[in-house]
């Protein structure tokens, strides 16, 4: 059921994970992945654990994940490792917990990095560093396009839209401070619907792939066709 251009090849490195949204690769190959809703039964031999973290690893190479672990409450999109840390999306918070190289469960419990993130519909909420110490949050949006009626047909936009102050951007925060708190003062970038994916480049220049506005074509027809 996977299409892949020449010369590229998959195969299946864990099933039955559940939610899964953004993954993070430790250099010894471990696999962390943030689960949307906390998940029970992870481990292979059956037995019940729970938790808003998967992390899998490969023991023989054969390449499929042989050991499971689950750890954390609440559940959501981003992961990210950083030396000895791994920062995780828990809904309103960023968590840190504390990893010392080749675990794959925490050492100790976690911090709370950022607290106050706006919730609801595209909180999506995503790591990225810099190597400076920086952590970049991205906060959706909480409708489709800033309407006056969300999703309504030909229903016009707010001017000026009023989520921009609080969500729809990117924010900066340090990763060493933990008990920060979410505010309009720490915004980085605007007018991004929703920064689904971030990562920074060996220069520090930060790049998002964003998921766009939905229903052009069902609530601007004709103006939009389908295929637009």
Not at 114 to 122: E, K, N, S, Y
Not at 176 to 191: H, I, L, V
Request: with cysteine; charged share 20%; net charge neutral.
């Amino acid at each position: 059921g996977i299409t892949l251009p020449a010369g590229f090849c998959a195969t299946l490195f864990a099933d039955s994970v559940g939610g899964a949204r953004h993954v993070a690769v430790a250099p010894n190959g471990d696999v962390f992945v943030n689960l949307q809703l906390p998940r029970r039964r992870v481990s292979e031999s059956g037995q019940t654990a729970r938790g808003a973290v998967l992390a899998l690893r490969d023991t023989d190479g054969d390449g499929r994940a042989d050991r499971r672990e689950a750890f954390g409450d609440g559940g959501g999109t981003g992961v990210a490792l950083a030396p000895g840390w791994l920062y995780v999306d828990a809904g309103p918070r960023v968590l840190r917990y504390p990893m010392k190289p080749g675990e794959l469960r925490p050492s100790g419990e976690p911090e709370v990095i950022v607290d106050g993130l706006p919730q609801g519909c595209h909180a999506a909420l995503n790591r990225g560093g810099d190597g400076r110490g920086t952590l970049f949050v991205n906060v959706g949006s909480l409708t489709n396009s800033c309407q006056q009626q969300d999703r309504g047909k030909e229903s016009p936009g707010h001017e000026p839209c009023t989520e921009l102050e609080t969500r729809a951007g990117v924010w900066r925060y340090r990763a060493d401070r933990p008990g920060q708190r979410f505010s309009p003062a720490e915004r980085y970038a605007t007018g991004i619907r929703n920064a689904v994916a971030m990562t920074v480049a060996p220069d520090g220049q930060l790049w998002v792939a964003q998921h766009g506005r939905d229903q052009l074509f069902q609530n601007w027809a004709p103006r939009f066709t389908e295929q637009q």
